[in-house]
């Protein structure tokens, strides 16, 4: 793989891979959800299992909540073949899942990472892990309105970064 540069999180999101009304109420319910939204494997059910085979063992191994009412589901290793390029959904909860954070704190914020390489696995989960170190993003995503906010308001938080 050539490298491109630092992997820009504002421009894989997109409108269609933003859920801000999450309804389940327990860890398997929301990684469900998110890898629902996944579009690259939305048609493709062995994908899907796949996906969240990869989730829950990483789950198992330690939770990926992080505190501060975030959680960043990803599977432990990239994901070879299952996508072609790197994904990320985001999901809000508006109640909170509890979800083995570090700080006991339920999350409410959620971005699912799948990479097709190691390198861009790792290099997305040190982005966003660094974009919400930011106690005023946190904030603003938990009030966002829109998808389209959602994307502004992670594209911001890059441009400071």
Do not use: C, W, Y
């Amino acid at each position: 793989m050539k490298n491109q540069g630092p992997i820009i999180l504002s421009q894989i999101l997109s409108p269609g891979s933003i859920q801000l009304n999450l309804k389940s109420t327990d860890r398997e319910g929301v990684l469900e959800e998110l890898v629902n939204q996944v579009a690259a494997i939305a048609k493709q059910p062995e994908a899907r299992q796949t996906l969240l085979r990869a989730l829950h063992e990483r789950e198992q191994l330690h939770s990926t909540g992080i505190g501060d009412g975030v959680a960043l589901p990803h599977a432990r290793n990239a994901l070879v073949g299952l996508v072609d390029k790197p994904v990320i959904v985001f999901g809000r909860s508006e109640q909170g899942v509890a979800f083995g954070a570090i700080d006991g704190a339920p999350s409410k914020l959620f971005f699912l990472l799948v990479a097709p390489t190691v390198t861009e696995h790792l290099s997305m989960l040190a982005r966003v892990s660094r974009l919400l170190r930011e106690p005023r993003l946190r904030q603003e995503l938990l009030v966002a309105d829109s998808p389209r906010k959602v994307l502004a308001l992670i594209q911001d938080a890059e441009t400071r970064m």
